[in-house]
């Protein structure tokens, strides 16, 4: 996606969830996501529901299509395909987001100069880099301890 694990989130299959577990704000029906990983759970066709940032609620439904066994010498997790590029962290949510996207498209607008250098130069909703994506993946790991 791009976000930097900054928030709290979870992945919720069936009434089963899993998320990082700050200390002083745990969940007794989440389970650790230090402990318990999501590729225990994955099952081919099956739908599940993952929430990043309590705040700004951004609720993904994520369908597995088709797990492949893995190929030798290449990094997991990888992104095969997707749409559009990842919302900035802090984006205020689905509105705030879109109401960014406005901002963009109107050189004239008041907050389109801090709305560009917050988004990034270059910075294209309709683009989804899948090199970078990939590049960013494996990075996740360390964020894993950042809640513990």
């Avoid at 200390?23 to 993952?50: I, N, S, W």
């Avoid at 802090?90 to 109401?99: A, K, L, Q, V």
Wanted: net charge negative; glycine share 8%.
């Amino acid at each position: 996606m791009g976000w930097k694990n900054s928030h709290l989130f979870e992945f919720q299959v069936g009434d089963y969830k899993i998320g990082y577990i700050h200390p002083q704000e745990a969940f007794d029906d989440v389970a650790d996501a230090g402990e318990v990983t999501l590729d225990l759970l994955l099952k081919e066709g099956m739908t599940l529901a993952y929430l990043y940032d309590f705040g700004d609620y951004w609720m993904h439904t994520v369908e597995v299509e088709k797990i492949i066994p893995p190929e030798e010498g290449r990094i997991y997790p990888v992104c095969t395909d997707g749409q559009l590029a990842c919302p900035a962290e802090d984006s205020g949510g689905i509105h705030g987001f879109y109401r960014h996207l406005e901002i963009i498209k109107d050189p004239r607008h008041e907050e389109y100069k801090e709305v560009k250098r917050w988004l990034g130069r270059g910075y294209d909703p309709e683009k989804l880099d899948l090199d970078k994506v990939n590049k960013e993946l494996p990075k996740f790991k360390k964020y894993r301890k950042r809640w513990q």
